[in-house]
């Protein structure tokens, strides 16, 4: 049996994260659990991006003694992922401090932060 390695367990992880945060965001009433479900989407989604860039046996793209400009190409990861991931992780942390102040102000002016109390803008 071979052994299980890191990116499927990344994988994995992220996906259970993924399900979890979009099962919190559809069946929470509740308006600060509906946004630690998207931030828990938000994270399982970094993590499967992540394992899905992740290649094995590379190394930093960083070329100096043990990586020359011979063999770079071979053995160097692509850190496009790792940068696409770093900046959804800063946009996606705006996001949910703008969510938490909607929420603060949301609760300033009804006193509730359950779902159903919030008719206005519903058919």
Not at 18 to 41: P, S
Request: hydrophobic share 55%; aromatic share 6%; glycine share 8%.
């Amino acid at each position: 049996m071979d052994q299980i390695g890191l990116e499927n367990i990344a994988l994995f992880s992220g996906l259970i994260l993924a399900i979890v945060g979009l099962w919190g965001l559809l069946t929470q009433k509740n308006i600060i659990k509906m946004i630690v479900g998207f931030a828990l989407l938000d994270t399982g989604i970094h993590l499967i991006m992540i394992a899905v860039g992740y290649v094995k046996n590379s190394t930093a793209p960083i070329i100096g003694e043990t990586v020359t400009k011979a063999n770079a190409a071979d053995v160097i990861a692509d850190p496009i992922p790792q940068a696409l991931v770093l900046t959804a992780i800063v946009i996606g942390l705006g996001i949910t401090a703008l969510m938490l102040a909607y929420a603060l102000k949301m609760h300033e002016k009804k006193k509730s932060l359950d779902i159903n109390h919030y008719k206005d803008l519903k058919w």
